[in-house]
């Protein structure tokens, strides 16, 4: 996806069903809209092939990003820990490669 357009004016699924009508009327296949359960998402694709997005905010979208980040850090922690072991090894196997192609 290149990017989306957040429309935040009016109530998010009235919206995007509201922008849904009018890209079809334009001969615009379009599908969706889809609940992501913090944003409401309606895609088509541009003249030249090019997916869009237009997505409109829920109402408590603000709360529920705010609990988003809030778990960020710890996700991240858990994720160093889960991969720290397969990343040593792979740096390991880079350096021998590396010292038996360098030593000929």
Do not use: C
């Amino acid at each position: 996806m290149e990017g989306a357009s957040i429309i935040t004016s009016r109530p998010a699924l009235f919206l995007g069903k509201a922008m849904k009508s009018r890209m079809e009327s334009a001969g615009y296949k379009v599908m969706g809209p889809i609940d992501h359960g913090f944003v409401h998402s309606i895609y088509t694709e541009d003249p030249n092939g090019i997916q869009v997005e237009v997505t409109t905010k829920v109402p408590k979208y603000d709360e529920i990003m705010a609990h988003e980040r809030s778990l960020v850090e710890k996700a991240m922690a858990d994720w160093e820990v889960e991969t720290r072991a397969r990343k040593d090894a792979f740096r390991a196997a880079a350096v021998e490669a590396r010292s038996k192609t360098a030593l000929g």
